[in-house]
Structures are given as structure tokens and as C-alpha cells.
């Protein structure tokens, strides 16, 4: 397991070392950032004033080399448009997005998993289909589309749950319900042909052969083992929910990492935008680690691989 785990470990520091590099050219990749900072109507002068002062006119590597030494000591520089240091401002952020992603992947597992078992026990028959059809549903409604109907629900029709802001969790309630219920049917999906796969197992029919209960051949033997893909899937999606809130956090004015991406898009404002993606990445490739070690905890086989 710790020869495993040193492979992986190595693997995801060398993943974020050229998630840095990209992060990095993201900067020169839109254009000239001396150009966009100084302004479409500044002069030549200006702009060359603005190259110097932030290093613009050094040569690409020495340019990384030093972003991500200060990087490393934690110096994550100065906000162009919020003027004031880019740490505390993302830091601030990243606790809403933080809920909002974890609320949503609770969402998602606590509508999949028990529609997935469903599926795979009654495969084929009304409950099967009926089950893929509210999986069906789940990625056909838009995201946003689907956060208007529970704020015209909840909100201005039943009145029971607050339409803005992230005072407290009532706030995060609908925000999870529509990101969760979009992520829901991979999990879905892949619950109901891993039930299906093992059910059919040669362990299940000896279970069931001892006498064991339904209940406890369903869960303790077949969900156990079903349920080990799931584990790498929710590091991905939790990724992708915490990246991928922008829309959702716009529509309840959830002043999360998503919202904050979209302003320093808007507003250019480089160093902003360079540390959300570095932060994204980074913890994107801390899930799919950690996520890996789950798996190999959980199947000792992986271990070998």
C-alpha cells in the first residue's frame, strides 16, 4: 500500500507542476497582459511602464520561476481590480464554494444511490425505466433553468427557503439541489451496472443460498463492492462542482470562488484568475489522489496495478 501511495503521490506532484505551467501561460495566452492592464487607450509609454512594473518585459522562464517561487511562499500577489492582496480575497470565497460543492455531491449520492440499487434489482421492469428516465431528466434540464423552478418553488410559491445570499444553510439548500440533481445520473448510472455485475456474482448466490437476509445481501455484500467505482467518480464531479459553479452561484448570489471567477474574467484581472485556476487544479488533482487510495484501500487488487 505505501509503494502505491508514493506512486500516486509522485505522479500528482508531477500532474501539478504543469497545471501550474498552464495556469501561468494563461496569462500571455489572452493577449498582451500589459495591454489589458493599462487600458485599450493608453499610450505606448504606458503600456511600457506597465510591462516593467509588473516584470512583463523578463524572459517567460524567469518570469514562471519567480510567480511560482512566490507562489510557493505563499506571496499570491495584489488584486488589479480589487486592490488588495489575491490570498485573503480567494480564501474568503473558497469556504461558500466549498459548501456549495459538498452539499451538491451529498445531493447527487443521496438521490443516486438508492435509485442505482433500485435499478439493478428490478432491471428491465417499470421501476428500471422509470428510474433511467428521472436520471434522463436530470441531464437534460440546464442548470439554471432548473435553479428558476425551485426559486419560483420554494422561494415565491411556498415561501419556505430564503431566494439569495449564504447567511446560512438554508441558503446552500436549492444551490445543492440544482447542481446535485445534474451530476446525479453518472452516479446513477454507474451504481445500477455495478449492482447489476455483482448481484450476479457467485459470492451473492452462496449469500442468498445461506439464508442471509435481502437487506443485508443487498447492502453489506453487493453495495460494498459496487460502490468502489463511485469512489474515484465523486473526486471528478466534486471537482467539476467546485469548478463549475458559476451560473448557479450567479443565480442565488452566492458570493462563491465561481462568482469571483467570472469578475476577474470580466474585469482582467490576471492575478485573480491565475490563482482560482492554480487552486481548481491543485485540488482537483488532491481528489483524484485522494480518491485513488480510497479505491486501493477498498480493492486490495488496485494495489498491484
Not at 449492482?195 to 453489506?220: H, N, Q, S
Request: hydrophobic residues 55%; positive net charge.
Amino acid at each position: 500500500m505505501l509503494g502505491f501511495a508514493l506512486r500516486r503521490l509522485g505522479l500528482a506532484l508531477l500532474v501539478a507542476l504543469t497545471v501550474s505551467v498552464l495556469a501561468f501561460l494563461l496569462l500571455h495566452l489572452s493577449g498582451d497582459p500589459a495591454l489589458a492592464l493599462a487600458g485599450e487607450g493608453a499610450r505606448q509609454a504606458d503600456i511600457d511602464a506597465v510591462r516593467r512594473a509588473y516584470g512583463l518585459d523578463r524572459p517567460m522562464l524567469v518570469q514562471y520561476a519567480d510567480w511560482l517561487w512566490h507562489i510557493l511562499q505563499g506571496d499570491f500577489g495584489t488584486s488589479v481590480y480589487f486592490k488588495t492582496e489575491v490570498g485573503p480575497l480567494i480564501w474568503s470565497k473558497l469556504k461558500t464554494t466549498l459548501l456549495l460543492g459538498l452539499g451538491s455531491l451529498a445531493v447527487a449520492l443521496l438521490i443516486s444511490i438508492p435509485l442505482g440499487v433500485l435499478a439493478a434489482l428490478y432491471k428491465g421492469s417499470l421501476i428500471d425505466r422509470l428510474c433511467l428516465a428521472v436520471a434522463v431528466l436530470g441531464q437534460a434540464l440546464p442548470n439554471f433553468f432548473f435553479a428558476l423552478v425551485l426559486i419560483m418553488l420554494f422561494s415565491i410559491t411556498l415561501r419556505v427557503l430564503p431566494v439569495s445570499g449564504s447567511g446560512s444553510w438554508e441558503h446552500f439548500v436549492m444551490p445543492s439541489i440544482a447542481l446535485g440533481y445534474y451530476v446525479a445520473p453518472a452516479f446513477m448510472r454507474l451504481i445500477r451496472a455495478g449492482m447489476i455485475e455483482v448481484l450476479g456474482a457467485d459470492y451473492i448466490r452462496t449469500a442468498r443460498a445461506k439464508g442471509l437476509p435481502a437487506g443485508k445481501v443487498v447492502f453489506k455484500h453487493a453495495l460494498r463492492n459496487a460502490i468502489v467505482p463511485v469512489v474515484a467518480l465523486a473526486a471528478v464531479q466534486l471537482g467539476y462542482l467546485l469548478g463549475g459553479s458559476v451560473v448557479v452561484e450567479t443565480i442565488f448570489a452566492l458570493d462563491g470562488l465561481g462568482y469571483l471567477a467570472y469578475q476577474s474574467i470580466t474585469f482582467k484581472d490576471f492575478p485573480v484568475m491565475q490563482l482560482i485556476v492554480l487552486l481548481l487544479s491543485v485540488l482537483y488533482v488532491l481528489l483524484t489522489l485522494a480518491a485513488d487510495l480510497a479505491n486501493a484501500w477498498l480493492d486490495p487488487r488496485i494495489r498491484v496495478t
